[in-house]
């Protein structure tokens, strides 16, 4: 029965096929131990949680999630997003490390062709790294459902987990989320005052596509104007520099942005550099970089 | 999305605009006689000496690199015009004046290869470069005042212009579309559920409302 469930994921590409929540279940279930043996399994010693999404992975995610009970502290260690296996699997089939490019080219293209109303917009993305970096932002505390019951919670009990973690558990009427601590009060308070100066990044590099995603879920329909607002402003004093500024100054100012606001800055600042450089001209052809090494003489 | 990683996503280098630009066509005076050409993009017909002849500027700069023919620069490239160009840019700072497409990449193929054929070349470069700065800036101080929308329109703008701020002014509609439109944000909570959304966070269809297993 397990093998059953171990194949159909091997197989599962959720960019084509019906999109089906991974089981949840399976991770608080301790029945696995006998099976786990069978499967080749890595060379790390693992916890028995979490086993299944964990074989022969590229680069592990490692999350820790703290529960408090009482006194106690029980690790459910290395935890990692079920997107970040699936998105390693892909990868270690088609080339070594994670390139940067290619979970968003090859979701673009994959975007065409599933272009199937609601059910795309979630699985084109689900490849997308830096889709997946945002789910892993733990700002949200979370409070536990007191009509659950689960052994290693208290009920009522503040948890930090990541995203991904909070909204399954949140679909499964598990928990309750509460507003992250990036769009609490103090930071809102700041930002009307100047939304230039913010500093952004420190608090979350992902601020704006974990606004959008967190806005349904914890329920607070003021996050999505404010997060319009605050990037009209951002925008209108930061970026429009991005074309102009020399490096210097560039670099000051970078610290405060978004890993948005920092893609927009580098594109233009790239393109921008092209059109210089090609004004200036010069030859054409680039020298092979085969060429350029001189050989080492041969003993 | 305005969430991409790779901010090295502009469709065309200047290079390829460039290439692009070898189509226009240019007056040439060829110093030398020769059959008509057949081309894919068309024929070029007889050459005979000191008569004009319209060809692609691809063509000419071929045939001028080979000594073949003199090149004559065409009309928006006088001084009276480019001058006068130059004070409507100055003039008027919410719109821009009717300049030739490719401008920047024809006027810089010339510069390069067909130095002696311009009069007055210093002058005529220095008024196309102020043109071009002048452009581009009015570009930068536009851009800050677009705001929450999802389309822009900007008329006479030029093919190397356009293609400077293109990454920047695509990624940063597509953010101001997604923070302004209320259905892209409650579309990405359901997955399978393709009714008309409603503003409660829904439990998708398929997932499954059991309790957690006991242990």
Known sequence: ?299 | MAGQSDPHISLFSPEEIEFMAEDELVEIVPNMRMDPLNFISGDFGPFFPQIPANVPLWLAMALKKRGKCTIRPPQWMSIENLTHVLEGEREDQGAFQAVPFHYIEISRLLFDHARDDIPDIYMVRSLIEDIRDVRLHKVETNLEKFSATSAVKIAHLSAMEVNVVRPFVVRALQAFYKHDNPVVMSDSDSVTDRQPQTRQPQVPRNAQRQPLKRR
């Not at chain 1, 390693?88 to 088609?94: A, I, L």
């Not at chain 1, 992902?206 to 329909?221: Q, W």
């Open chain 1, 1 to 299: 029965m397990m093998e059953r469930h171990s194949i159909q994921e091997r197989y599962f590409d959720p960019q084509f096929d019906r999109f089906a929540l991974p089981d949840l279940d399976d991770l608080f279930d301790d029945d696995h131990q006998e099976k786990e043996e069978k499967e080749e399994v890595s060379n790390e010693l693992v916890p028995m949680r979490a086993l299944k999404w964990r074989k022969g992975r590229a680069p592990k995610m490692q999350n820790r999630v703290t529960i408090e009970k009482g006194n106690e502290r029980q690790f459910l260690s290395k935890l990692s997003s079920p997107r970040t296996a699936a998105s390693g699997r892909r990868h270690t089939s088609e080339r070594t490390a994670i390139d940067r490019s290619t979970p968003r080219n090859s979701a673009g293209k994959e975007t065409e062709s599933t272009n199937d109303g609601a059910g795309a917009s979630r699985n084109a993305k689900y490849y997308d790294i830096d889709d997946i970096l945002t789910e892993e932002e733990s700002g949200n505390g979370v409070k536990v459902d007191p009509s659950a019951e689960k052994d290693c919670v208290e009920e009522g009990a503040k948890v930090e987990l990541p995203f991904w973690l909070a909204q399954e558990l949140y679909l499964r009427q598990a928990v309750s989320i509460s507003i992250p601590a990036c769009f609490n009060q103090k930071t809102r308070r700041e930002i009307q005052a100047d939304a230039a100066c913010v500093d952004l990044r420190s608090r979350c590099p992902y601020f704006y596509e974990f606004g959008c995603k967190i806005a349904p879920l914890v329920g607070d329909r003021t996050i999505g104007k404010m997060l319009l607002s605050t990037f009209q402003m951002r925008y209108k004093d930061i970026l429009t520099k991005a074309h102009t500024t020399a490096y210097a100054s560039a670099s000051k100012s970078m610290a405060v942005l978004t890993k948005e606001e920092t893609s927009l800055h580098g594109a233009a600042q790239s393109s921008m550099a092209a059109f210089k450089k090609w004004r200036i001209g010069g030859p054409r052809f680039q020298r092979a970089s085969v060429l350029g090494r001189k050989r080492k003489p041969t003993e």
